[in-house]
C-alpha cells in the first residue's frame, strides 16, 4: 500500500488539498527550469503549505494561483515585468 493510497478517494477538503500540494510538488520537480527558478517555486510552495497548517481556505485559494503561474495563465504581471518608474 503506498502511502498516498488514501487520497485516492476524495473525502473531505483536507484530502482534496493534500492531492494538489502532492501534484503541485511533483509538477514543480519535473519542470526544466534553472536552479534559482526551482529554488523560488520551491519556497513560495512550502509557503502554501504552510498556510495550509492554520487556514485551508486561504491555502487553496493561493495554490490556484500557483497552478495558474505555472500554467501561465496567471494575468498580474510580476514586478519584473513593470517599466522603470512604476
Known amino acids: 500500500m503506498a502511502a498516498d493510497d488514501r487520497l485516492n478517494d476524495l473525502q473531505t477538503?483536507?484530502?482534496?488539498?493534500?492531492?494538489?500540494?502532492?501534484?503541485a510538488h511533483r509538477r514543480v520537480g519535473a519542470l526544466a527550469l534553472p536552479q534559482g527558478e526551482r529554488a523560488?517555486?520551491?519556497?513560495r510552495l512550502l509557503a502554501i503549505c504552510d498556510v495550509a497548517k492554520r487556514d485551508i481556505t486561504h491555502a487553496a485559494a493561493r495554490l490556484d494561483a500557483f497552478?495558474?503561474?505555472?500554467?501561465?495563465?496567471?494575468?498580474?504581471?510580476?514586478r519584473r515585468n513593470m517599466p522603470p518608474g512604476d
Open 13 to 23: 477538503p483536507d484530502d482534496l488539498l493534500a492531492r494538489r500540494l502532492r501534484d
Open 40 to 43: 523560488r517555486l520551491t519556497r
Open 67 to 78: 497552478f495558474a503561474c505555472l500554467d501561465g495563465t496567471f494575468d498580474t504581471p510580476s
